[in-house]
């Protein structure tokens, strides 16, 4: 973490709380309501501006979500909403929100509010004070499984060892001011761990504890083949360091093997009751096999990553958006939007030639 060198920010800042949300039909009506009543506890207390938000990002849910972000964005300014066009994955949900809505500060949630909403106001307070990132930081892990406590412990403790810089026990529960915001936007990559790339930002920030609550309504998006995903995508794509131990790995097996010839050398000189031996022949093939292939698979993992980045797919598509200023109709296709803009656009030009 970066020494604290920047001044208190005396402008009260307009919030945007961003929800990524796949499929929460059953517990988004709740969080909305909850998110809601607290944006309008902080602006009473002008710690956030009245015109603060809660951005719900659609990430190709099959359920009721949109809807229900559509009848609330309908209802209250407070409430907006980004539909992408297909499930691009929580990181990519996240991004979108940040990337496409204005706001001098910024908090990312989860929308079944695992994650103790309360500390916006912490959060809040920190970046009045002048930092431009504030980390939720889990406080205990007694509500998880112990096989989810120790994975996740191990991960931790395996991402530092390879020298990635990841804050310990933070999930995706952070503000980021509108400066971290943009640098982030500076970032191209398409293999996308947030988690990785905020602290990469490098501005000054700082943690608030706070305890995980259980999941109250729906189901989680991440089982465990889901989660050993995440940890290896966030491995693979914020360190080298499998590549380097691939090659200590051929270096070693090239001295064993050295030390086994000479070995077997030695018994086929001075050995008189030498046999041909099939379990030092067949034991290395299979052995040197074995490890060949994990070695071009950790290869191929990153070659792989590599084809990803060189064809510069968008990493989120905005479908619809849902807002209250949106004047006649609340949802607008975006490509019509586009359309509109662009006739006012002309129309303005000609008022001008005119
Ligand atoms: N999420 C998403 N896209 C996905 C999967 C999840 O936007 O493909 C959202 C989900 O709606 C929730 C957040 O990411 O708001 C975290 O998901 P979940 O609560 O299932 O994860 P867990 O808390 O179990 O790790
Ligand atoms: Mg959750």
Redesign the pocket.
């Known amino acids: 973490m970066l020494e604290f060198t920047g001044g208190a920010r005396a402008r009260v800042p307009r919030l945007a709380v961003v929800?990524?949300?796949?499929?929460?039909e059953p517990t988004l009506p709740r969080a909305l309501a909850t998110l809601r009543s607290l944006l309008e506890q902080l602006a009473a207390e002008w710690l956030i501006a009245g015109d603060s938000y809660v951005v719900c990002?659609d990430?190709?849910s099959r359920d009721r979500t949109w809807p229900i972000v559509m009848a609330e964005a309908r209802q209250s300014p407070r409430v907006r909403g980004i539909k992408l066009t297909r499930?691009?994955?929580?990181q990519?949900?996240?991004l979108a929100g940040l990337l496409e809505s204005d706001a001098d500060a910024y908090v990312t949630i989860?929308?079944?509010l695992?994650d103790d909403e309360t500390r916006i106001r912490e959060m809040i307070v920190k970046y009045r004070e002048g930092y431009d990132v504030v980390y939720g930081v889990r406080g205990s892990r007694e509500r998880d499984s112990w096989l989810k406590r120790n994975t996740a412990i191990g991960f931790y403790r395996f991402v530092n060892l390879i020298g990635a810089r990841i804050v310990y026990n933070h999930?995706?529960f952070r503000l980021m001011s509108r400066g971290a915001v943009d640098r982030l936007r500076e970032f191209p990559e398409s293999n996308l761990f947030l988690r990785g790339l905020v602290p990469m930002v490098g501005l000054p920030s700082t943690t608030v504890t706070y305890d995980r609550r259980a999941?109250e309504a729906?189901?989680?998006?991440?089982g465990p083949l889901r989660?050993f995903g995440l940890a290896w995508e966030a491995v693979t794509s914020l360190s080298v360091m499998p590549l380097r131990l691939v090659s200590v790995i051929g270096a070693l097996v090239a001295i064993a093997s050295l030390v086994t010839a000479a070995w077997a050398l030695g018994v086929r000189l001075f050995d008189p009751q030498y046999l041909p031996g099939w379990a030092s022949t067949v034991l290395p093939i299979y052995f040197l096999g074995g490890l060949q292939i994990l070695c071009m698979g950790i290869i191929g993992e990153y070659v792989g990553k590599i084809y990803l980045e060189t064809k510069k797919r968008p990493r989120y598509l905005v479908g619809e958006q849902a807002a209250e200023p949106v004047p006649s109709a609340q949802v607008v296709p975006l490509n019509e939007r586009r359309r509109s803009d662009r006739r006012q656009g002309d129309r303005r030009r000609g008022a001008q030639v005119a």
Do not use: I, S
């Open positions: 929800v990524p949300c796949h499929n929460e990002v990430d190709g499930n691009f994955g929580q990519g949900a996240m989860d929308a079944d695992q999930a995706d999941r729906g189901e989680t998006k991440y989660l």
